[in-house]
Every structure is written in structure tokens, then in C-alpha cells.
């Protein structure tokens, strides 16, 4: 096994060997488990069933040290980090350092190839649905093959430096790695190909700058970014994010070593009435921590690198009910922030769907869009039934719907009617 091979040592030489590896089992696995129509005709992988080819005998070993990963749990995970930001210092400027010094969000990396192992043992199957958020992030930034091999050897590494040098350990994991690399590095070139694909797409990074800025509530403020190349921009699916890198070129310290810049995603508002569709990219941002506080601090003709819009919370599966149910009710749920991916969708399908908007916020003064909702609410009177719920209301917010009241308020003991 040339991988286990390479695993035993971090040298690079070893490491091109491990994208050696990955690059054949890609080439070999035909792409696809898909016909070419039924490619034409999903918009992502949901439906597609993965299935391990691990051999039983690894799969054996994998089963009876999988309780040891588990039981080894945040120690793992900060070793593993600990150890691949020391041998490779460029991926502090990949990962989310805000993440690591939270903590939970790291996790998930490690937490994921242990449920895929128990996947490989349990069913011999790995669901698309279940990894396709995660590739789609991967696609938007960029993480490349030999940033895999980079993970598979710090990861059985770490597995050498906590629980067992045992080499037939070593073997199962590195096969069982390998495998869920392959799956997530050939759905993760399919996006990327995909996204390429769409008129006014790029790969990679492009430089925007920042040619509007509009506060939308005390927080959050929304910028429109137009291209420097003076090319059109795509038409992106509704619930769709872009990265957007920030450079720190002194470099910022970090809990791992410093980093020279740091990724974030922000979801794609869709354009405004009468507003180009092929010219701007705009987003809504909530001041919060790191990045989004220099975002709101950046002046208009700032300059920035964005990727092209990606991401599956979208309503791609809706639609194709809607084909044969015409009257499916469309309900849209959010909180805060989280109110940019469906407003871009109940912009997209408010002039032909009824709908019911129901949004909670702190109060009036962080509600975002709430004079957008009005209008559209009053362009669409009767088929969007909108609700909204402040945790704390100002005074100026008024009382709950009632005689007098604020139209749009209610709160959990209110009983809510129809406006
Ligand atoms: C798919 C996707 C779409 C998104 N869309 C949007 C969007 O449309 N609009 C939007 O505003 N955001 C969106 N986000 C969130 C966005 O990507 C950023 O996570 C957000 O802007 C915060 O980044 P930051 O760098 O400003 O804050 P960070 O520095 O990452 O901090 C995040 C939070 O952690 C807190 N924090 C920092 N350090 C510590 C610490 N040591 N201990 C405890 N807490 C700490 C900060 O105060 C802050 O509240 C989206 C995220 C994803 C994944
Ligand atoms: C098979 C191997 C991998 C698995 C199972 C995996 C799993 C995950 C998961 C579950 C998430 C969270 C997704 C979300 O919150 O939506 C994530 C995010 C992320 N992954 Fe991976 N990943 C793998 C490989 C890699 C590699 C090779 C890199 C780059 C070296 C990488 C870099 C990232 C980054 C930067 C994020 C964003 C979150 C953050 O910065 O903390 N991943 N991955």
C-alpha cells in the first residue's frame, strides 16, 4: 500500500506519493456512479449512495479501534491540529481560526470520518446527502488533493502518537481515509466543474470591490461588490454563498502560530428590483467578530478576492415538487442573520408562490430587511402571511398585533392572525 507507505513519514516527497494515490483511485473510480443524463438532470448529488469497496479485513480493524478514537475524542482533535499547523503552517490561513479557538467546529472534521467509518462497517454506504454541505464548503475553498493527503497522514499520525503504532491499524485507517478522500475529492471536482460551467463563473478567486453600502438594521449592513474585470457576474441559485478572503499580510497570531489571511461565506442577496442581474454581487452582513467587523469598516472601492457562488441550501428539491403540486405551501423560518438565505429564495418566488414568513429577532432596532418584508407583504397582500417574534422588544416597537400595535410583532404568548 504505497499510502500507508507515505503516512509513516511527513516528507514531501511521501506526500506527492499520498496525491499520487488519490489521483489514480480518481482516475480508476470513472467519475461517476451516474449515467451522463442523470447527471444533466440533478443539481446535486442528495440522491447519490457512495459505496465502500474497504476490504473486510480492514474493516475489521477499523470496527474494533473505532472506541479508541472515540474515547481518545478532544485530545485527538487538538493533536491532530496541533500537529498538522506545526508541519504546515499555510493552512492557518485555510482554516477558520476563530473556529479552533472556539473549539467545536474543529471537531466536525474527525467527527465526520469516524461516522463514515461507522457507515463503511454498519451499511457499506456513504449517503451524498450526508457529505454534500460539506463539499460544496470544500469546493468554495478550494481544498486541493494534496491538502487531503496533507490530513491523511496527520491523521493517522495522530492516531501513531495517541493510540497504537500497530501497523496493521495503521493500514485499515489509511485505506478507509483514502476511500473517503476519493469520494469527497471527486464530488468536490464535479462542483467545481459545475460552478466553472455557469456564464459569468469563475474558478478560484476573482478581485470585486465594494461599490455600495447600505445598513439594512443597526448590525447589518449590505454591500454590493462589482468585479474588476468590468465582466458579468452569474446568476446563482437562491440560498447560495461566496467566500470572501480577508489578507492580514503582518501576519495575526493564533492559538496554532499566525495566520496571513482568513476565508468566511457569506449568502448571496439576490439583486434588487431594476438592478442588473449580471453586474454586482451584494451580501448582508451582521457585524459580529474578525472578519465582518473589517468588512463593515471597509470604505466604499475597497478591494477584495470573492469565489463564485456555492452551496445546496436551496430550493432546487422544492421546485420539482412543485411540478406536480401546484399548491405546496412554501414556509420560511429564520432568526437574526439567518434571514440572508431565505429572503434571496422568497425574493425569487414571491411574485408566483403564496408564502409565510415567520422571522424572530432580537428587537426593531437589529431587524433586517423588516421595511423590504412590508413590501413585499403589501405588493402581495393575502398570499404572504408574515410573522415576526422579538426576544426583547424596545419600547418603540410597540405592543404585540392588537388595536394600535406594531403589525408585524407577535410574541409566543400572542395568538397570531392573519394581517
Ligand atoms: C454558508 C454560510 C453562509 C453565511 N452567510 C452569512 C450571511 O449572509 N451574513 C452574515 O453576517 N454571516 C453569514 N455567515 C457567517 C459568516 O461566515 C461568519 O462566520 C461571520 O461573519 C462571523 O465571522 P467573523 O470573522 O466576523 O467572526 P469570528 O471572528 O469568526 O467570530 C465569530 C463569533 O465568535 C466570537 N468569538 C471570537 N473569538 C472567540 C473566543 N475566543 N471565544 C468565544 N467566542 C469568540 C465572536 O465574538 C463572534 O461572535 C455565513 C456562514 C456560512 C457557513
Ligand atoms: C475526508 C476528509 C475530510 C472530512 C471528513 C472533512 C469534514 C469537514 C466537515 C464536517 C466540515 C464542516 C462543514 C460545515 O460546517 O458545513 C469541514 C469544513 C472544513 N474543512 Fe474539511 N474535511 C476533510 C478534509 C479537509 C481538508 C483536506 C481540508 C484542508 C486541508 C479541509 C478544510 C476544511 C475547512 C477550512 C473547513 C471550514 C471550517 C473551518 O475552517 O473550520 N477539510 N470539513
Known amino acids: 500500500m504505497i499510502f500507508l507507505a507515505s503516512r ?11 496525491s499520487a494515490v488519490l489521483e489514480a483511485n480518481l482516475r480508476g ?14 443539481t446535486f448529488a442528495a440522491d447519490t449512495v457512495y459505496k465502500f469497496t474497504v476490504t473486510p479485513k480492514h474493516l475489521e480493524t477499523v470496527k474494533a479501534t473505532l472506541p479508541l478514537v472515540g474515547q481518545a475524542g478532544t485530545d485527538f482533535t487538538k493533536h491532530f491540529y496541533r500537529r498538522m499547523f506545526a508541519a504546515n503552517p499555510g493552512l ?57 493527503a496533507v490530513v491523511g497522514e496527520n491523521l493517522l499520525g495522530t492516531i501513531e502518537d495517541l493510540l497504537t503504532t500497530d501497523q496493521a491499524v495503521l493500514e485499515a485507517w489509511g485505506a478507509l481515509y483514502q476511500e473517503i478522500a476519493t469520494v469527497f475529492v471527486t464530488r468536490e471536482k464535479e462542483i ?40 458579468p457576474t452569474p446568476e446563482f441559485e437562491p440560498g447560495t454563498y461566496t467566500t470572501i478572503w480577508v489578507p492580514f499580510p503582518e ?14 461565506h457569506y449568502t448571496l442577496a439576490m439583486p434588487r428590483d431594476g438592478e442588473p442581474k449580471n453586474r454586482y454581487m451584494s451580501i448582508s452582513v451582521k ?32 421546485e420539482k415538487l412543485w411540478l406536480t403540486e401546484n399548491d405546496v405551501p412554501v414556509v420560511f423560518l429564520s432568526a437574526g442573520v439567518g434571514i440572508t438565505p431565505v429572503l434571496a429564495m422568497l425574493e425569487n418566488i414571491y411574485k408566483t408562490r403564496p408564502a409565510s414568513w415567520l422571522h424572530a429577532a432580537q428587537n426593531g432596532d437589529v431587524h433586517a430587511y ?3 418584508l412590508r413590501e413585499i407583504s403589501a405588493i402581495r397582500a393575502g398570499e404572504l402571511i408574515r410573522r415576526v417574534w422579538y426576544e426583547d422588544p424596545l419600547p418603540e416597537d410597540g405592543p404585540p398585533a392588537g388595536d ?10 400572542h395568538e397570531t392572525v392573519p394581517h
Open 192 to 231: 467545481a466543474d459545475k460552478v466553472a460551467s455557469v456564464p459569468g463563473s469563475w474558478s478560484g478567486r476573482r478581485r470585486f470591490k465594494i461599490v455600495d453600502k447600505e445598513k439594512v438594521s443597526s448590525v447589518i449592513t449590505r454591500f454590493k461588490f462589482e468585479p474588476l474585470d468590468g465582466k
Open 404 to 413: 394600535g400595535a406594531n403589525p408585524d410583532l407577535y410574541n409566543t404568548n
Open 8 to 18: 509513516l513519514s511527513l516528507s514531501l516527497c511521501r506526500r506527492a506519493e499520498t
Open 251 to 264: 501576519g495575526e497570531e493564533c492559538l496554532h502560530g499566525a495566520y496571513k489571511e482568513q476565508p468566511r
Open 287 to 318: 457585524k459580529e467578530g474578525l472578519v465582518s467587523s473589517i468588512l463593515h469598516d471597509s470604505d466604499i472601492g475597497t478591494e477584495w478576492d470573492l469565489s463564485a457562488p456555492h452551496g445546496c441550501f436551496v430550493m432546487s428539491g422544492v
Open 92 to 148: 492557518l490561513n485555510v482554516f477558520n481560526q476563530t473556529n479552533q479557538a472556539v473549539g467545536s467546529q474543529p471537531k466536525k472534521l474527525l467527527e465526520t470520518v469516524a461516522v463514515a467509518a461507522s457507515a463503511a462497517i454498519e451499511t457499506g454506504e456513504l449517503p451524498g446527502e450526508a457529505i454534500e454541505g460539506i463539499c460544496q464548503k470544500h469546493a468554495a475553498l478550494h481544498i486541493t488533493l494534496e491538502q487531503y
Open 29 to 42: 473510480r470513472n467519475h461517476s456512479p451516474f449515467s451522463k443524463s442523470q447527471q444533466q438532470l440533478r
Open 370 to 372: 423588516r421595511d423590504r
